[in-house]
């Protein structure tokens, strides 16, 4: 593939990622959090997540984490805990509220999915097919 060709798909792939950055941002503004805040409630599962797994998957410093999970526990969304099967560790869950919150983002979300509907569902398996790729390489 040429680099011209390379500059295109990147440039197409930005301009659908701003997209649903766009309308991600927009969910997360009506549930008073900000996008970060959102996506940490997000990757937080019942069983508990810790600070420095979170952090790996926002991609960020764990002091930047803890930030944001002090803020969120300010708020009532979350709390640390220790579970019972290694007394050593922290880990953060939601609480009843977060994980409603939680639940109102994922709904808000799948609202805004509208952007795959012009796509037949061979275009739908062909797009699958190339985000595996292209997530396993990232």
Known sequence: MSTADDR???ELYLQVARGLGAQLYEV????????????TLSHLGDGGVA???????????PSNATGI??????????RRTTPPEDRRKRVVVPTDDGRAVVSGLREA???????????????RTELRRILEVLAASA
Do not use: N
């Open 28 to 39: 997360a503004v009506r549930h008073d959090l900000t996008p970060v805040q959102a996506m």
């Open 69 to 78: 999970v002090d803020q969120l526990e300010r708020r009532g969304l979350v």
């Open 51 to 61: 600070t420095k797994e979170i952090a790996a998957r926002l991609c960020c410093d």
């Open 8 to 10: 295109e798909l990147l």
């Open 109 to 123: 979300i799948a609202s805004t999915a509208g952007l795959f509907d012009r796509l037949t569902p061979d275009d």
